[in-house]
């Protein structure tokens, strides 16, 4: 890993499982706040997600974290949300 770089930070929201493709990505020069499990997370931020079906709030299921360098770029810093959706007929 090359010293000097600058860290450039990247949160993927999935939905219902890391193994997809995430429903949104969001970047920054600066780290995300602190997720955990059992957090709730308001979803009508996100452009894929249907009201109609589901709740409006997800929970955290999983999160993993990932660290990355793109050679004379800067090195990142991923953070991966499984987001747990809930439709409108499942109770807590």
Request: charged letters at 25%; proline letters at 4%.
């Amino acid at each position: 890993m090359q010293k000097g770089l600058p860290v450039k930070y990247r949160m993927e929201i999935y939905f219902n499982s890391l193994w997809r493709d995430p429903e949104a990505t969001y970047e920054s020069t600066t780290p995300f706040l602190t997720m955990g499990v059992g957090d709730l997370y308001d979803l009508r931020s996100i452009h894929s997600y249907e009201p109609s079906e589901y709740f409006h709030i997800g929970k955290v299921k999983e999160i993993i974290h990932y660290v990355y360098e793109i050679e004379n770029s800067h090195i990142g810093h991923g953070i991966g949300v499984c987001i747990e959706l809930r439709k409108h007929e499942e109770k807590e």
